[in-house]
């Protein structure tokens, strides 16, 4: 079964500041991807980045950048020069990519984050 | 683009009526998913489909069933209401390769009163 940790229920930022919100996994899967969507508080879900788990390199999407340690089982979504935009509900998602698997999305429960003007 | 439609955003039902919360999507999606939201659970999995007439229970399928006759169509029903599925529904369909993000409907805010 797949897990997925967020610790941080709350977080803030002061505008145009960077930040990194916490995601931790659990998997006995060999092939896995993971994903973070934003929530809006419209509540539509906003897909932002993904990385397979046999990817090298870290995933970036402008100023979305995921921080993949594979050993330590995390994936933490850090996002650069903070707007105002940005505040919202941040999920941490992971799927089993091997064939024939489950092709559901396993999510964490979120953190909210608030960025200060 | 692709877009994934739920018919309502806003729903208050009586204790013991029977629900319809209806999902279209139109991108010729195989998969499609209802997840319900709650504060402090994340989104958790009702039931999903990866076909036409196929269906999955997820992690949560107590006092809910679904429907999809047509692919585009993905109908999560309550068979009677209770005040304990007062939630937020939210339907996503995806393709069936890898890597590919699922896309979300606007969400159902359904309140059981």
């Known amino acids: 079964a797949q897990k997925i940790t967020q610790t941080q229920p709350g977080m803030f930022v002061q505008e145009k500041e960077a930040v990194t919100l916490d995601c931790t996994y659990d998997?006995?899967?060999?092939?896995?991807?993971l994903f973070w969507y934003k929530q809006p508080s419209s509540g539509e879900m906003i897909f932002l980045i993904y990385?397979?788990?046999?990817?090298?390199q870290n995933a970036t999407e402008g100023r979305y950048s995921l921080n993949f340690q594979k050993a330590r089982k995390s994936a933490n979504l850090v996002i650069s020069a903070s707007q105002l935009g940005d505040s919202a509900m941040y999920f941490c998602?992971?799927?089993?990519?091997?064939?024939?698997?489950?092709?559901?999305?396993?999510f964490g429960s979120g953190t909210q984050l608030t960025v200060l003007p | 683009d692709v877009k994934v439609t739920q018919s309502s955003r806003y729903l208050v039902k009586r204790t013991g009526e029977k629900v319809f919360l209806e999902c279209v999507q139109d991108?010729?999606?195989?998969?499609m998913f209802w997840y319900r939201q709650d504060p402090g659970l994340g989104l958790r999995l009702i039931y999903f489909?990866?076909?036409?007439?196929?269906?999955e229970k997820g992690d949560i399928p107590e006092g809910y069933s679904v429907s999809r006759e047509k692919k585009e169509r993905f109908s999560l029903i309550l068979e009677s209401a209770s005040t304990n599925q007062t939630s937020m529904y939210l339907c996503?369909?995806?393709?069936?390769?890898?890597?590919?993000?699922?896309?979300f409907g606007q969400g159902t805010r359904l309140t059981v009163v």
């Open positions: 996503a369909s995806s393709s069936g390769g890898q890597g590919i993000e699922a896309f």
């Open positions: 998997t006995s899967d060999q092939s896995y991807g």
């Open positions: 990385q397979g788990s046999y990817d090298e």
């Open positions: 998602a992971m799927r089993d990519l091997q064939a024939g698997s489950a092709r559901q999305l396993t």
């Open positions: 991108m010729d999606h195989e998969n």
């Open positions: 489909s990866y076909d036409v007439k196929m269906k």
